[in-house]
């Protein structure tokens, strides 16, 4: 091979692997806004509330993601009881990689709404930004603001929003964790429609749709 050929080789193989690197890079970095993986709620398809489910039991209903599994509660929120992500007096839908939970309970006897949202937020170990913000027709408070999610929830990573609000003499304890964000809490919480008169606190008769 003469002196010539020989450069126009090396040159080849230094492209070649230009190319190869360049590549590598690219499957390794951020994936675009357009890609969809399997710990990502995030897409518009994902984000689309065209399913609702309504808590007789509880007195809500609110619209949900397709394809999510809805467990409703089977057991009562008692008053002065704190309840945890999977307690049975918790509706649960959950999706993928995000779930969103809600109860409720009725208020003492002369307790004020702000006395029992104050009363929640004390036991619900707040963190984060305190924010009020539109739940339905109603106002309520979040006390967990954008924190760390508990993987032992559902076996979700990622961020745990909560919220508290009274509706009706109820007092009404909505959480969304995983792989969510403000908005997308903010959205589900736009979906919930109140009907604080027809609860029934009772072995429950709701279904998805």
Request: charged residues 15%; proline residues 8%; hydrophobic residues 35%.
């Given at each position: 091979?003469?002196?010539?050929?020989?450069?126009?080789?090396?040159?080849?193989?230094?492209?070649?692997?230009?190319?190869?690197?360049?590549?590598?890079?690219?499957?390794?970095?951020?994936?675009?806004?357009?890609?969809?993986?399997?710990?990502?709620?995030?897409?518009?398809?994902?984000?689309?509330?065209?399913?609702?489910?309504?808590?007789?039991?509880?007195?809500?209903?609110?619209?949900?993601?397709?394809?999510?599994?809805?467990?409703?509660?089977?057991?009562?929120?008692?008053?002065?009881?704190?309840?945890?992500?999977?307690?049975?007096?918790?509706?649960?839908?959950?999706?993928?990689?995000?779930?969103?939970?809600?109860t409720s309970q009725t208020l003492a006897p002369g307790q004020s709404p702000t006395a029992w949202i104050d009363e929640y937020i004390k036991s619900s170990m707040p963190c984060g930004t305190t924010e009020l913000v539109p739940v339905g027709n109603q106002i309520g408070t979040i006390d967990l603001n954008g924190c760390p999610s508990d993987p032992g929830h559902g076996g979700y990573v990622g961020r745990i929003y909560d919220l508290a609000v009274v509706a009706g003499g109820r007092g009404y304890n909505f959480t969304m964790e995983g792989q969510v964000d403000h908005a997308f809490f903010l959205t589900m919480l736009a979906a919930v429609t109140f009907t604080p008169q027809t609860a029934t606190d009772t072995t429950p008769a709701a279904s998805p749709s």
């Amino acid at each position: 091979m003469n002196r010539m050929a020989r450069l126009a080789t090396i040159a080849l193989a230094f492209i070649m692997l230009g190319t190869a690197c360049g590549s590598a890079t690219t499957r390794s970095g951020p994936q675009s806004p357009t890609a969809t993986s399997a710990n990502s709620p995030s897409s518009a398809a994902d984000r689309s509330l065209t399913a609702s489910f309504a808590s007789r039991m509880m007195g809500y209903s609110v619209k949900y993601p397709a394809g999510w599994k809805v467990t409703p509660a089977t057991a009562t929120w008692g008053r002065g009881v704190t309840n945890f992500w999977n307690d049975p007096e918790e509706d649960r839908l959950d999706g993928p990689s995000a779930g969103f939970h809600g109860t409720s309970q009725t208020l003492a006897p002369g307790q004020s709404p702000t006395a029992w949202i104050d009363e929640y937020i004390k036991s619900s170990m707040p963190c984060g930004t305190t924010e009020l913000v539109p739940v339905g027709n109603q106002i309520g408070t979040i006390d967990l603001n954008g924190c760390p999610s508990d993987p032992g929830h559902g076996g979700y990573v990622g961020r745990i929003y909560d919220l508290a609000v009274v509706a009706g003499g109820r007092g009404y304890n909505f959480t969304m964790e995983g792989q969510v964000d403000h908005a997308f809490f903010l959205t589900m919480l736009a979906a919930v429609t109140f009907t604080p008169q027809t609860a029934t606190d009772t072995t429950p008769a709701a279904s998805p749709s």
